[in-house]
Nanobody
Framework: QVQLIESGGGLVQPGGSLRLSCQAS????????MAWYRQAPGKQRELVAA???????NYDDSVKGRFTISRDNTKKTIYLQMNSVKPEDTAVYYC???????????????WGQGTQVTASS
């Protein structure tokens, strides 16, 4: 069974920092793009940052210059370094990946269970 396991969420003061991790586990042949999304109460889920297998990144304008996404392919893990966190960053953060379980399988998307980030004093 393939799954994404997130960690690192919690309570952070405005202006503080937090680091999220997401590790893929199970029978995985290859992982293509990986990304972080977030969903605040009453809002739609939105893309925060994405990274390709080769390390190319893109960010939502609201987090550019504050958040950094990175990836360790050997560990099948991505990270989201969150700096200068704002109250409006409060949301459940979800990891997303597109992967293959074998050389013959199609690429399919998978989501993590989500981790809560709350920015409050």
């Amino acid at each position: 069974q393939v799954q994404l396991i997130e960690s690192g969420g919690g309570l952070v003061q405005p202006g503080g920092s937090l680091r999220l991790s997401c590790q893929a586990s199970g029978s995985i042949f290859s992982i293509n793009d990986m990304a972080w999304y977030r969903q605040a109460p009453g809002k739609q889920r939105e893309l925060v940052a994405a990274i390709t297998r080769d390390g190319d990144t893109n960010y939502d304008d609201s987090v550019k210059g504050r958040f950094t996404i990175s990836r360790d392919n050997t560990k099948k893990t991505i990270y989201l370094q969150m700096n200068s966190v704002k109250p409006e960053d409060t949301a459940v953060y979800y990891c997303h990946a597109k992967l293959r379980t074998s050389i013959r399988s199609a690429v399919f998307p998978i989501w993590g269970q989500g981790t809560q980030v709350t920015a409050s004093s």
